[in-house]
């Protein structure tokens, strides 16, 4: 293994992904790099089915959204990780022998597979072999992350009162951001703190669900709900205020600047994610302070009326 691949390695290790499709993009261009007439495969273990489902893929003939059977004879403890895989359904995506690295969850069961295939009636050289273990060992951790973070906000909806809490996103809802940020309103009047509210509209979302449906574009709506809810601070507050729009309050901002950069780097998280995305997305902005409106929801109301008029302009330049 070259020190440029050790150096790559190490970076990727250093790294934190905003998503586990942006870690599993990264990992696989690294692989293909590597090894770039191999065919490299990532797939999701769905037990229940009996089959691997492909993430990504490099190379060969696996598409991302394949089903690969599982073998008939599975091993009980899972360990023989090259048996999982039904031989002839492999030998159908490249020619093989493969090699195999597991993704394990931390209670040990494996939640996904990472292959390789070999050439020449050869299994992948040994430096491959490596390398797919230490890339499987990362997305491993990935995926615990993402399944931790997933678990938190599931408990935080329970203790949540439901009634004020949107379905699909599992965010507060309009009135119960109003009534939050109803005492930040009274700080900002006394000069105590300086906030900023900012709406994101959705652009043509009734489009978005006419072209993929309501399934994906609440798909969609969730991923752009995960995506602010990263870059938001716990002094900040996040709710869905309408069918298109998600609202923050950047408590303590430092001015409309320090509202852009948030902006800004909300922009590129969601460009980060794109790959895993159902339907592509477009937003519009509004940017309101907090202390110039005469109530909390005027300031909601002026930046809801800034995103819908960002969002008509750029329509009508379009």
């Not at 490249?94 to 020449?120: E, H, R, T, Y």
């Not at 390398?131 to 906000?153: G, H, K, P, Q």
């Not at 430092?254 to 159902?278: I, M, Q, W």
Request: hydrophobic share 45%.
């Amino acid at each position: 293994m070259t020190a440029q691949l050790l150096d790559s390695l190490s970076r990727l290790a250093a790294r934190r992904f905003g998503s586990f499709a942006e870690a599993a993009k990264s990992i696989l261009d690294l692989l293909e790099a590597v090894a770039p007439a191999t065919p490299i495969v990532l797939t999701q273990v769905d037990w229940e089915s009996g089959e691997f489902r492909v993430i990504d893929a490099r190379g060969g003939h696996a598409a991302r959204g394949l089903s690969i059977p599982l073998a008939r004879e599975v091993p009980a403890d899972a360990s023989a990780v090259g048996q999982l895989v039904d031989g002839d359904a492999l030998a159908a995506l490249g020619p093989g022998p493969w090699g195999a690295a597991p993704l394990d969850a931390a209670d040990g069961q494996i939640v996904g597979l990472l292959l390789a295939s070999g050439s020449a009636g050869q299994a992948p050289p040994r430096e491959l072999a490596q390398l797919l273990l230490l890339a499987a060992r990362l997305l491993s951790y990935e995926w615990e992350s993402v399944s931790t973070r997933a678990e938190l906000r599931r408990l935080a909806e329970l203790a949540r009162d439901r009634s004020r809490t949107d379905a699909v996103t599992g965010l507060p809802d309009c009135e119960a951001l109003l009534e939050s940020i109803d005492r930040e309103w009274e700080l900002c009047k006394r000069g105590t703190v300086d906030s900023y509210l900012v709406v994101c509209q959705i652009r043509e979302l009734a489009g978005v669900t006419e072209r993929v449906g309501h399934a994906a574009a609440n798909l969609l709506l969730k991923e752009v709900a995960e995506v602010l809810a990263g870059g938001v601070r716990r002094t900040d507050y996040l709710a869905r205020v309408g069918e298109d729009r998600f609202a923050a309050l950047l408590v303590g901002c430092k001015g409309l600047e320090g509202a852009r950069a948030f902006l800004t780097r909300f922009e590129r998280a969601l460009e980060r994610s794109a790959d895993a995305r159902p339907a592509a997305v477009s937003l519009a902005y509004g940017i309101k302070a907090l202390a110039g409106a005469n109530s909390a929801r005027e300031a909601l109301q002026q930046a809801e009326d800034e995103a819908r008029s960002a969002s008509a302009a750029e329509e009508s330049a379009a």
